[in-house]
């Protein structure tokens, strides 16, 4: 039980990312190219990944 509660919290927290990431691509495009370079994360806006 306790292993698919973590699952479900690891599943939320890299849809929470990815959301925010998404917003900082569409909001902070010079933040999210600095932020790519310096962690090797990927920002893509918003309107490319279908969010609102």
Request: charged share 25%; no cysteine; proline share 0%.
């Given at each position: 039980m306790?292993?698919?509660y973590a699952q479900a919290q690891d599943a939320a927290g890299a849809q929470e990312?990815?959301?925010l990431?998404?917003?900082i691509a569409a909001q902070l495009p010079e933040l999210a190219a600095?932020?790519?370079a310096h962690h090797g994360a990927s920002y893509?806006?918003?309107e490319a990944v279908g969010s609102e």
């Open positions: 306790r292993g698919e990312t990815a959301r990431r998404a917003q600095v932020t790519a893509i806006a918003a």
